[in-house]
């Protein structure tokens, strides 16, 4: 074909063409603009990008830039989950100070003519009672205002006598019966505004509660050993972790993109490096494509570790809930409704997949947007927007009860992680919309590499100013 | 041109139907779509849409006429190479200019050839790194083609990109690596397989004493040394063209002799350098051919001696420049 175009009377008259040197007349259509020109053999360019693709260089080279650089780890990685792993452990303890009671606390609980048929009870509860003698009543009603002591009971000092007299020959179905005779009074004495007095009056309080069941059961309420919460576990976690863990995770993902993407691209601009890689033979999608995922796979580290500081310091802000209703401390870590195990293999194969596709769609997006900026400040508030939505739909989702049935949703990125997220937590995923949204993620993802293949190549954007 | 097309103007899927229904007429529609399209493709080979206005603009095939002294083939071959830019805002009133567009190389055209030193010559502003960018395929140019040891820069960027070394100090090294670190990056960028960029390492590192600060943080090195890197590593894949923008600027005279040497010594070897450079002293010492430029304008090209015929290359420079100019502002 290129010798049809050329002009035989033009190589006929190059000086050039009979030199001895080698002549190669150009391969392709210039040849009717310039005239032909000495190519010289080239070393390396047998495959730009050379045995090692340039895609797995560029990958390696943003990882290595990230993994040596001891600030970077740390600030994007470490302290991410550390802080928050902190800072909600800190508030959790600082709320459930307010609350409860720490177990290895020994409440000082006086008593006044313990009855014998309560000491078996007493003992069986783990209560230690100090018998005290009268004289010293009106002493440690003092301590309990002055806070020193926590709890008083005064028991009548014929209680037995009075309790089985009353109840001997008397019929217990007869509900008026109970009014009808003068009943022994206990009389507990705290103080209200010391969290441990109310602990162990609520404790000591549900203990005489139940010893009255027992010898008058007129009728119980829940004492058949049995549980009596009908919601299932997996609805009770359910419940809990919808209503605001895919807002977090978005969140999440989304400064782990922040803080590695405009940094790389935005960054490489201001900083001048990115000529240097754009004279080499490397090529643009291998550029694009390389950032986006390398920059995919810190900034899905980054908010790993941010998940991790939650969910290892989730049971210590769920804990304040159940502590809060005065049964101490011992069993509210069981009581958080989390438990991971309620979820099988397949919903966290769905989750990761969801994570992965929105992390490399928030990723895309902010590579595009900062590659339109010219240095990381701007390409910071120029993301803005994109934080705004992430926001949004987060929030959406905590107020949802239930996630979107309808397909359609699905195919809006960004809407449809939440979404998916909402139903694979609360157990009612469906693989179609969870197919659908990954699909919808990476498809725009894709466009995002494209569009950055297509801005490096641009000189407006790259050498603005 | 055009062949006259008979038979349904609508088209998309026409061909395709006429295919399997198999009347005649529709194949003589198919026949001509085929005939239309190669014509469409010969036509793109000798005209282009120049981007913006859609007017059809059919190159001239000239020729170019060849400087009678060298005996070297070309390899660099630039036609009309046009350049402008648009000015924002604030770079009017930065530079007090009332211009909206910069035109910083105005049909430039010239030859450079295999194995010789060419030299750029210019004032400040007067559009070499503009050109130099514009053969490396930084940026593209407006008008006009150049050939780069065969290959287009505004076709075949790519090609372009894998024959040449560019050296210009808008090119940065990322600060966080080593200047080791990055040779070997780049050396994978070109392809140079991983020993014989050891070798070249090991030659070129010695020769720029950069293997005292080899393992050193660029962004800890001073600016000659960050130059030093810029430059092995601009070479890092052999290339046997070499485009440099002032590469002894910011050098100390020891550093900027080594790497003049090195360029001749380059030369010598057979390679083909294109430099830019406002040092006459330089261009006299080091260059076989100049061009100077003034305003994007190529004023005057050839062999030094040409040029100057006993005179020196400041007192030629000053003389086109009042010739261009009128007055030496
Ligand atoms: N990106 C740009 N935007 C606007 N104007 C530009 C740009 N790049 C170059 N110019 C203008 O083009 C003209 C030529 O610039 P260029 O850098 O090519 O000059 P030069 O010959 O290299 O000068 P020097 O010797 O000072 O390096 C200048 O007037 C410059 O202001
Ligand atoms: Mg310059």
């Not at chain 1, 994007?76 to 909600?88: A, D, F, K, Q």
Request: hydrophobic share 45%.
């Amino acid at each position: 074909m290129g010798s049809l175009l050329d002009d035989p009377a033009d190589k006929a008259t190059n000086p050039i063409s009979d030199s001895t040197n080698r002549v190669i007349s150009p391969i392709n259509d210039s040849a009717d603009k310039v005239g032909p020109c000495y190519e010289p053999p080239v070393p390396f360019s047998g495959s730009p990008g050379g045995g090692k693709s340039g895609l797995l260089a560029i990958i390696t080279k943003e990882l290595r830039r990230f993994f040596t650089d001891r600030r970077m780890v740390i600030t994007t990685l470490l302290m991410p989950g550390l802080l928050i792993y902190v800072v909600y452990s800190f508030i959790g303890a600082a709320l459930a100070n307010q609350f409860t009671v720490p177990t290895s606390y020994e409440p000082k609980l006086y008593v006044l003519n313990l009855p014998d048929s309560l000491r078996s009870l007493v003992h069986e509860a783990g209560l230690d009672l100090i018998e005290a003698r009268s004289e010293q009543v009106a002493e440690i009603k003092q301590d309990i205002a002055s806070k020193t002591d926590d709890l008083l009971a005064v028991f009548p000092a014929d209680f037995d006598e009075v309790v089985s007299r009353e109840l001997n020959g008397l019929n217990p179905q007869d509900p008026a019966l109970s009014t009808a005779f003068e009943l022994p009074q206990v009389e507990l004495f705290f103080n209200s505004t010391r969290v441990e007095s109310t602990a162990a009056y609520s404790s000591v309080y549900s203990l005489l509660d139940s010893y009255k069941e027992a010898v008058l059961p007129l009728f119980t309420v829940n004492a058949a050993g049995q549980s009596y919460d009908l919601a299932s576990q997996q609805d009770k976690a359910g419940f809990v972790v919808t209503s605001f863990f895919p807002m977090l995770l978005m969140i999440f993902l989304y400064s782990g993109c922040i803080a590695v993407a405009p940094e790389s691209i935005a960054g490489e601009k201001e900083r001048g490096t990115i000529a240097t890689l754009l004279v080499t033979p490397l090529k643009r999608w291998e550029m694009a494509l390389g950032k986006v995922i390398s920059l995919g796979m810190i900034a899905l580290l980054s908010g790993l570790s941010s998940f991790l500081g939650v969910m290892l310091s989730l049971p210590r802000i769920l804990a304040v809930g159940e502590g809060a209703s005065g049964e101490g401390t011992g069993d509210a870590l069981n009581g958080s409704g989390l438990d991971v195990g309620l979820y099988s293999a397949s919903d966290y194969l769905m989750l990761l997949a969801v994570i992965l596709s929105t992390v490399l769609l928030l990723i895309g997006l902010i590579s595009v947007i900062s590659a339109f900026a010219r240095t990381v400040k701007e390409a910071n508030t120029m993301v803005m927007p994109l934080m705004i939505l992430v926001m949004l739909v987060g929030v959406m989702a905590m107020f949802s009860q239930s996630a979107q049935e309808q397909a359609l949703y699905y195919l809006v990125p960004g809407y449809n992680s939440v979404q998916s997220m909402v139903a694979i937590f609360s157990f009612t995923a469906q693989p179609l919309h969870v197919t659908i949204t990954v699909g919808a993620n990476l498809l725009i993802t894709a466009l995002c590499v494209v569009m950055l293949t297509r801005m490096f190549s641009s000189e407006k954007i790259m050498f603005n100013r | 041109m055009n062949p006259v097309k008979v038979g349904p103007p609508d088209s998309s899927q026409a061909p395709f139907k006429a295919l399997i229904a198999g009347n005649r007429q529709s194949r003589a529609c198919l026949l001509l779509s085929g005939i239309v399209l190669v014509a469409i493709l010969l036509l793109r080979r000798y005209c282009t849409f120049r981007r913006g206005t859609m007017t059809l603009y059919v190159h001239r095939i000239r020729k170019v006429s060849m400087p009678r002294s060298s005996s070297h083939p070309i390899i660099i071959q630039t036609q009309d190479l046009s350049k402008s830019f648009k000015l924002s805002a604030r770079q009017q009133r930065l530079e007090h200019s009332t211009e909206h567009v910069r035109i910083a190389v105005d049909k430039l055209s010239f030859v450079a050839f295999q194995g010789e030193i060419f030299g750029l010559l210019g004032p400040n502003g007067a559009g070499k790194t503009t050109t130099l960018r514009m053969l490396a395929t930084l940026i593209r140019p407006d008008e006009g083609d150049a050939l780069v040891a065969g290959r287009s820069i505004s076709r075949q960027p790519e090609a372009v990109r894998a024959t040449i070394g560019f050296l210009t100090s808008e090119l940065k090294l990322e600060d966080f690596f080593t200047p080791s670190y990055l040779f070997d990056f780049f050396a994978t960028l070109h392809g140079v397989p991983p020993d014989i960029a050891a070798i070249r390492k090991a030659e070129l590192f010695k020769r720029f004493g950069i293997d005292e600060f080899a393992e050193v943080k660029v962004a800890n090195l001073s600016t000659g040394m960050k130059q030093k890197a810029s430059l092995v590593i601009s070479i890092v894949h052999d290339p046997p063209l070499i485009i440099f923008d002032e590469p002894t600027n910011g050098l100390d005279v020891l550093t900027a002799k080594v790497v003049t040497d090195y360029l001749a010594e380059l030369r010598d070897a057979g390679k083909t350098i294109v430099l830019s450079t406002h040092i006459f002293s330089l261009a006299e010492r080091l260059c076989d051919r100049v061009g100077v430029i003034i305003d994007g304008r190529m004023a005057a090209q050839g062999t030094v001696p040409e040029l100057t015929k006993g005179r020196s290359l400041e007192q030629v420079f000053f003389d086109l420049y009042v010739s261009v100019k009128g007055k030496v502002a």
